[in-house]
């Protein structure tokens, strides 16, 4: 089964631009993780923003988290070429313990 | 970091042949794996979760008889995938977890399975 729905599904955007993208679950979570996963590749693992944490920044990427209306956003502020690929976003259920729960993605691509 | 491997990457074979997957992690004890299954341009759907010593825990649609599940070390859990047909081809993406919960999960670089 799948929990998180990512928007947009694609995003297209030029190099130095901003990309954000949505998630919404539909379950109470413990946390939320989002990973990068580049065309035919395994998985990256971004940044995890537990359930009780509003806002998390690493690096170039910030996420929310808003448990309120069940959705998380990550922002990658001034993109990259390299920044292409597939965005999920995973969720594990409560209780803990159980697998993670991927969405759907976001396939972005960052043209130079 | 904790290290997951896979192997093997990929794997060609004709249909109706059995092929195995395995998933290590490599410094640490894992008594948790899971395995999940994505095809081209879709997200990863969980397949089972796998506990050392215990019979593999299948989702809802996932065959048992075909997706065959070992968990027989703590760093080692196989998937073989039974009789395989063309629409078994897919990437196979399998996690370890230290049992530090699920911010303690890992995953393994995936195996591509192409079926014949």
């Known amino acids: 089964s799948q929990q998180g729905e990512e928007d947009p599904q694609a995003l297209s955007i030029q190099e130095g631009e901003n990309a954000t993208m949505n998630c919404s679950y539909k379950t109470s979570i413990n946390n939320l993780q989002w990973y990068r996963q580049n065309s035919g590749r395994g998985l990256v693992h971004l940044i995890l923003i537990r359930s009780n944490e509003r806002e998390k920044h690493s690096g170039r990427l910030r996420v929310t988290l808003d448990t309120s209306k069940k959705s998380s956003s990550l922002l990658i502020t001034a993109s990259r070429a390299a920044d292409t690929a597939s965005y999920f976003c995973?969720?594990?259920?409560?209780?803990?313990?159980?697998?993670?729960?991927f969405g759907k993605g976001t396939t972005l691509s960052v043209s130079s | 970091g904790a290290v997951v491997s896979q192997h093997p990457s990929w794997v060609i074979c004709k249909s109706g042949t059995s092929v195995k997957i395995e998933c290590r992690s490599l410094?640490?004890?894992?008594?948790?794996m899971f395995w999940y299954r994505q095809f081209p341009k879709q997200s990863l759907m969980l397949m089972a979760t796998?506990?050392?010593?215990?019979?593999?825990?299948?989702e809802q649609g996932v065959e048992k008889d075909k997706f065959l599940i070992n968990h027989a070390s703590l760093t080692l859990s196989t998937l073989t995938v039974t009789s395989a047909h063309p629409e078994d081809s897919s990437f196979y993406i399998c996690?370890?977890?230290?049992?530090?919960?699920?911010?303690?999960?890992?995953f393994g670089p995936g195996t591509r399975l192409l079926v014949l």
């Open positions: 410094d640490f004890q894992a008594t948790t």
């Open positions: 995973a969720t594990d259920l409560i209780p803990a313990g159980t697998a993670l729960i």
């Open positions: 796998s506990n050392e010593g215990s019979k593999a825990t299948y």
């Open positions: 996690s370890a977890d230290t049992g530090g919960g699920l911010e303690t999960q890992y």
